[in-house]
């Protein structure tokens, strides 16, 4: 980003209404200085958002989503931050143009060259020589609604009629190849996809990115062929369905999750349209931050077999960590939810999606299996397992509720089981990487000081008189992630003479790695009220964690220092360090 975009975002941010824009997603009602609403970003159901006109910011006081006109627009609507600027930007008649990365433009080019071939395909199911496609489809409870809401298009038997098409478009057969769209054989350049039912794969914005074919009038093949990793399409970064789930799912409160692109279909074609499909049986770490920052319950449907058992365990696990909560349905009598709807019907569906298992339940069941909970060694493997499965979890009433079942159902010491959790569990450090500093290195930083980190950062970031109170101790914070922000907002600082919350968070989307760790901390912190004495302590629990880690680098290099001198200089810092700690009151 340029001087003048940012002048653009300053402009549009300035002329904005924050209330007049949130107003047009969500309910807002005025209580005093500020409006209160349902926050969209959590399953809510009280007004438990506060947008203030004064500060141009949201915040909610339960999930901890905090942000400016831009930031709300994004999470809401599931764009990028720039997409976000252009929206408000249309919605006060101001002037916004994207000004694209010579990257992002490339990425067009194939974004385009992917529209063609994705007519093309629909234009082939269209005419006579798609009937059978049509009929298959048709056949499978799909209408032309449907069929026109996912782009499903056809790849006819011949050859090479997409090369050509594309050919004549003056579109290079590099550009085909790094697209996954043609391949050479003995006879020349071919097409990838032929004779098969074409399903678009798009990215979380709606783009197309890929494709995957099915065969519809043959067995002799594998039933699908996918697109290949591209530059433009990532199997790891995208969900099926997921542009036009994620806006049904914020409104329904909950996102269905299959297995299959049929799976998927079928439940938006009944008018479930918080669905999508994993794109396999396992999820990537880009794919759980798409669910989570959904902010709604994930209910996991996967097929009712062996393989879908396994799949519901191991997506189970990855979102537990990442505490999202979860839902399982495991249907019974068909084999996935296409031909479950399809046999009994949409209402039965709905009744499982009504009343979902919590993850731990669904687990109890699976660990269960096969075990004589009399016999103690089974009962001693069954109780191990499950204290394994929640201490992935984070949820400190979840582990609660889990060890008093336990306790309770199989007479067993609650304290004792707590202990075990509390062993398995590492709760006393939290491991922080560093980058892009020099002599980089990772450091250990302890529970309390990392919230005492965010918490400072988080006042520096609300309040002009805090950050100054910051420069005035003069704090050389150690090399972690906290660093990068610290640094940042000296930099803005310095540019505008004071701190506006707002501004600085538009401010950051200039430096991706130091707005991860701003949307972190703002996501973290949960403070009422931003005071000088409150930053004062906590700036002393922060000085506290530096004075550690530099006496444990004295002593360290004591340890090897051979010259006698040397070491008693080492010494003698340390004793300093300590006597300031004194002289503080912190020791």
């Known amino acids: 980003m340029n001087d003048n975009q940012n002048n653009d975002f300053h402009r549009i941010q300035n002329h904005a209404d924050i209330v007049e824009i949130i107003k047009s997603y969500v309910k807002l009602e005025s209580h005093g200085k500020n409006y209160f609403g349902v926050c969209p970003f959590h399953d809510d159901h009280s007004p438990s958002m506060s947008v203030s006109p004064e500060k141009q910011i949201y915040k909610c006081f339960v999930c901890g989503a905090t942000g400016n006109v831009f930031n709300f627009v994004q999470n809401y609507l599931n764009v990028s931050f720039l997409e976000a600027v252009k929206i408000v930007a249309d919605k006060i008649g101001e002037n916004f143009v994207i000004r694209e990365s010579s990257e992002n433009a490339k990425n067009n080019k194939y974004y385009e060259i992917m529209n063609l071939a994705t007519m093309f395909y629909q234009n082939n199911l269209r005419t006579e020589l798609g009937s059978e496609a049509r009929k298959y489809l048709y056949d499978r409870g799909l209408n032309d609604e449907i069929i026109k809401d996912f782009s499903i298009g056809l790849a006819l038997p011949e050859n090479n009629l997409l090369y050509k098409l594309l050919s004549s478009k003056n579109i290079s057969k590099k550009d085909m190849d790094e697209l996954g769209l043609v391949a050479d054989g ?272 988080y006042y520096m970031m609300n309040d002009t008189n805090c950050m100054r109170l910051f420069l005035h101790y003069n704090l050389d914070l150690p090399r972690c992630k906290y660093r990068l922000v610290s640094n940042n907002l000296i930099y803005y600082f310095e540019l505008n003479k004071e701190i506006d919350f707002a501004d600085y968070l538009t401010f950051s989307e200039n430096y991706p790695e130091v707005s991860k760790v701003v949307k972190e901390i703002i996501n973290q912190v949960h403070v009422d009220e931003i005071n000088e004495d409150d930053m004062e302590a906590v700036i002393g629990l922060v000085k506290e964690i530096i004075d550690r880690e530099k006496i444990k680098e004295l002593k360290a290099e004591m340890k090897n220092e051979l010259d006698v001198n040397r070491k008693k200089k080492l010494f003698e810092e340390i004793i300093e360090i300590k006597r300031g700690c004194v002289k503080d009151g912190r020791d």
């Open 186 to 457: 003995e006879r020349g350049t071919y097409d990838l996809f032929r004779n098969r039912i074409i399903f678009p794969l798009k990215s979380p914005t709606g783009k197309v990115n890929g494709f995957s074919g099915r065969i519809y009038n043959s067995e002799s093949h594998s039933k699908y062929i996918n697109t290949k990793e591209t530059i433009i399409f990532k199997k790891r970064e995208n969900l099926y369905n997921y542009h036009l789930a994620a806006p049904a799912a914020r409104q329904e409160k909950f996102i269905v999750i299959c297995e299959g692109f049929m799976d998927a279909i079928r439940i938006y074609s009944v008018g479930i349209k918080n669905v999508v499909a994993t794109m396999g049986t396992a999820l990537a770490k880009e794919q759980i931050a798409l669910l989570k920052k959904l902010n709604v319950k994930v209910i996991i449907t996967m097929d009712n077999d062996n393989a879908g058992e396994l799949a519901t365990i191991a997506l189970g696990k990855s979102l537990m960590k990442e505490n999202v909560d979860i839902g399982v349905v495991r249907l019974t009598g068909k084999k996935d939810p296409d031909e479950y709807i399809l046999t009994y019907g949409v209402e039965a569906f709905k009744d499982n999606l009504r009343n979902p298992m919590s993850y731990p339940e669904f687990m109890e069941i699976v660990l269960k299996k096969n075990r004589n909970l009399s016999n103690p060694t089974d009962l001693t493997a069954y109780i191990n397992d499950v204290i394994d499965m929640i201490k992935d979890s984070n949820d400190e009433l979840l582990i609660d509720i889990t060890l008093n079942k336990l306790a309770d159902e199989y007479h067993l010491d609650r304290e004792l089981l707590k202990s075990k959790v509390k062993n398995e569990e590492q709760v006393e450090e939290v491991k922080v990487e560093v980058k892009k500093e020099d002599n980089t290195k990772e450091i250990k930083i302890n529970n309390k000081f990392n919230k005492a980190f965010m918490t400072m950062l």
